[in-house]
């Protein structure tokens, strides 16, 4: 049934489309003429056109049944529960949200209050630990300075011995 | 360079019946797109409006698409429940019957998708059940009767062998009459793989159905 190449004037899409075309009628008038002149050379498009009319006129046979009755009314029904379902949601989201609001504006003023607190203990950390430093490294100096002046003195007692010797 | 006169200009099927037609289908265009809008606004009368001028096509879409009544019924109603829905989103980029189509295709294939392990023995309960859902024509006999519901039997496990997007295509084609450009919009491919879906499946089902001549 498929398309040999070779046997046929007819390029494979265009033989198609005008088979498909002249079944269902849809072709204008040129080329219909056009095609039936060329029915008229081509053994193997008459065969496949015979067929695809075949096809169509069998395909037609196929009514279609009658529709529920009920179609609408239980279309109906089921927007009438959509919108019912959708008009809950929207009320509970608006109900949750109402008390939701000054919590979150509570909320806020403490996440606010606590930043703020901590920033200043954090400050006087700072403020704070610089002097304790400072005291501390003073200290220190102090002591070095006791220690260096014990040893001065040894060392310039040792100068005074050697000095005599010599 | 071609004997029999057709230049591929010539011969390039021009969808001219259709776009003529698309010219009337423009007004309902911009018509359903309006009412559409009018819906996001609230007016719940132009949804109703909608509904009548859309819920045949898309339930004869959806039916032929799963092969079973009840089930193209509730995915019918699905897609006008996505579309009440996404009302507020609503813009008039697109053709509005092209939205529309995208979402019962979207919702058909998932169901066949999901539907494709079930068991066979239940899809062809199904699909008998379906055939026996048309109904009667009075004019015929009923040796006529029986030869039609063989036959339309016969489309219907043709049209069930398709993959299930060359069964959309075919089926939007066919039924529908959407040119290769909507249909391709309404799968999100291009023109040509559209054309390639098309004739894939009506060249399976020329195998299968061609006797029928």
Redesign the interface.
Request: hydrophobic share 40%; glycine share 4%; aromatic share 12%.
């Given at each position: 049934m498929g398309w040999s190449p070779g046997t046929c004037s007819l390029e494979d899409g265009v033989a198609e489309e005008l088979i498909v075309g002249y079944a269902a009628r849809s072709l204008d008038p040129e080329a219909e003429l056009g095609f039936e002149r060329h029915l008229k050379s081509c053994s193997r498009c008459q065969r496949l056109a015979a067929q695809q009319g075949a096809v169509w006129s069998a395909l037609d046979a196929w009514r279609p049944p009658a529709v529920s009755p009920d179609f609408d009314r239980t279309l109906a029904l089921r927007i009438a529960a959509s919108r019912r379902i959708s008009s809950r949601i929207y009320a509970f989201a608006k109900w949750i949200w109402r008390p939701a609001l000054p919590v979150a504006a509570i909320s806020a003023v403490l996440a606010g209050f606590f930043l703020l607190k901590d920033q200043h203990t954090a400050r006087q950390v700072l403020e704070t630990q610089p002097s304790a430093q400072i005291e501390q490294q003073v200290e220190h100096a102090l002591d070095d300075m006791d220690i260096l002046k014990q040893i001065g003195l040894d060392v310039s007692a040792q100068r005074s011995d050697s000095a005599r010797k010599i | 360079m071609?004997?029999?006169?057709?230049q591929?200009q010539?011969?390039?099927?021009?969808?001219?019946?259709?776009v003529n037609s698309s010219k009337a289908a423009d007004r309902f265009l911009d018509r359903d797109a309006d009412l559409m809008l009018q819906v996001r606004e609230g007016n719940q009368a132009c949804f109703t409006l909608l509904?009548e001028r859309h819920?045949?096509a898309v339930?004869?879409f959806l039916?032929?698409m799963v092969l079973n009544?009840a089930v193209a019924?509730e995915l019918?109603?699905e897609v006008?429940?996505r579309v009440?829905?996404f009302r507020l989103n609503y813009q008039p980029t697109a053709k509005f019957t092209t939205w529309l189509f995208r979402i019962a295709t979207h919702l058909g294939l998932n169901w066949i998708r999901d539907a494709r392990h079930e068991k066979v023995q239940e899809r062809l309960d199904q699909e008998i059940d379906?055939t026996t859902?048309?109904?009667r024509d009075r004019n015929r006999t009923i040796e006529q009767e029986l030869v039609?519901r063989a036959?339309?039997r016969?489309?219907?496990q043709?049209?069930e062998t398709l993959p299930s997007k060359q069964r959309a295509a075919v089926v939007m084609?066919?039924?529908e009459e959407l040119g290769y450009v909507e249909i391709a919009n309404v799968l999100m491919c291009s023109e040509s793989a559209v054309?390639s879906l098309?004739?894939r499946a009506?060249?399976t089902?020329?195998?299968r159905?061609?006797?029928?001549?």
């Open positions: - | 071609n004997p029999d006169g057709l591929p010539v011969a390039q099927p021009s969808w001219d019946r259709r509904l819920r045949n339930i004869h039916d032929r009544q019924e019918a109603q006008f429940l009440y829905r379906g859902r048309q109904v039609y036959k339309l016969e489309v219907r043709a049209i084609h066919k039924y054309k098309l004739f009506y060249e089902l020329r195998m159905l061609a006797h029928m001549a």
